[in-house]
């Protein structure tokens, strides 16, 4: 089969290796019918992630179909249409039993890690994809959602919600800011209005990602390269701040101004990758009672979201602006890794 394998920093390509096959009575076989590519690609492919090893196939979102199944699969079955979650979940460790499927301690990959697809296992960048932990891992692709709004129920829509709204504990009537406005910081602005935010203010550097935020539920936007750009936030609340600021970018600045606009017994939610120390100004910060969460998604509210998105409640196909071939997934890559230029969002992939 074809797979698009990481040959190191900087060096990806898109090449003949073996097909999978079972390695355990859990595991499933998926011919990909969608797949996508994920800024933490875009990390793994800098450097920036050492745990993936040259040779490793990246990918961990996408829909496929089931050609095999291991013995001990019996809730799944050969043409199954599925969406693979990018957290692994073993089903029965302690952290599986509480949900918080991030931290499986399943030995596949590694214990300890949900995510593996891609990362510590070769992931869904291919024809075929060999998935671990089927039945606990997999979610049949409901009626009145398709391939390639199911790809992005994989990561980017639970993981806007999860660890940006629900950790940001975004309640009715709240305001809150959503700083970056790329595909992760959009899902939480599509899915904070879940809860009945009162406002939801989309801040970027680029003006053209602020107005494209309010197709995806954003009712203000702020340009944060104005001078004025914490005025314009606070002008929105009663002036004393947001009730959640959620960070979806990942750098120290960024952080740093959601700190700037959260009002005292507000909540800070960061979703960003870092991959530089951010300074915690503790000594400021101890007496303003504001909560900071983070973390990697669970992706226990997949099915949930899938059937917002069956429903219209979510517009995910909004997410989706490129379409290729699997064949075609180095241009896939160049569009994507070019995003300023090109106005990427998702790039589907589809077989
Ligand atoms: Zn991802
Ligand atoms: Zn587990």
């Not at 429903?311 to 890794?337: C, N, P, R, W």
Request: one cysteine or more; aromatic letters at 6%; hydrophobic letters at 45%.
């Amino acid at each position: 089969m074809k797979a698009l394998v990481y040959k190191g920093p900087g060096q990806k390509s898109w090449e003949d290796v073996p097909d999978p096959v079972i390695l355990q009575p859990t595991d499933v076989i998926v011919k990909m019918d969608v797949t996508t590519i994920c800024g933490t690609d875009l990390h793994i492919l800098k450097g920036d992630v050492p745990a993936v090893t040259p040779g490793r196939i990246l990918g961990h979102e996408g829909v496929g179909t089931i050609t095999e199944v291991g013995s001990a699969v019996t809730g799944l079955t050969v043409g199954d249409q599925v969406i693979l979650s990018c957290i692994s979940a073993c089903g029965h460790c302690d952290f599986c039993k509480q949900g918080v499927f991030s931290h499986c301690l399943g030995a596949e990959g590694a214990s300890g890690i949900g995510w593996i697809f891609g990362h510590l296992i070769d992931g869904t960048q291919a024809e075929f994809v060999r998935v671990p932990y089927a039945e606990t891992s997999v979610y049949l692709l409901p009626a009145g959602v398709t391939p390639e709004q199911g790809a992005l129920l994989s990561d980017i829509l639970p993981t806007g919600h999860e660890i940006g709204v629900k950790y940001g504990q975004v309640k009715a009537g709240d305001v809150v800011a959503v700083v970056g406005t790329g595909p992760v910081g959009l899902a939480v602005i599509a899915t904070a209005g879940l809860y009945g935010a009162s406002r939801i203010i989309a801040v970027d550097i680029d003006s053209n990602r602020v107005e494209q935020a309010k197709k995806f539920g954003a009712t203000d936007g702020v340009v944060s390269t104005d001078a004025d750009w914490k005025d314009q936030v606070l002008a929105l609340t009663d002036g004393l701040g947001v009730d959640v600021a959620i960070e979806a970018v990942g750098l120290p600045e960024t952080f740093a101004m959601c700190l700037d606009i959260v009002r005292p017994a507000g909540h800070v939610a960061n979703v960003g990758v870092h991959g530089r120390p951010v300074e915690l100004p503790l000594q400021n910060l101890w007496i303003s009672n504001v909560s900071i969460s983070m973390g990697l998604v669970n992706t226990n509210t997949l099915g949930t979201l899938a059937k917002l998105v069956a429903q219209k409640k979510i517009d995910a196909d909004l997410f989706v602006s490129h379409t290729f071939a699997m064949g075609e997934i180095m241009d896939a890559y160049d569009v994507f890794g070019r995003a300023a230029e090109t106005k990427a969002l998702k790039v589907i992939i589809n077989a």
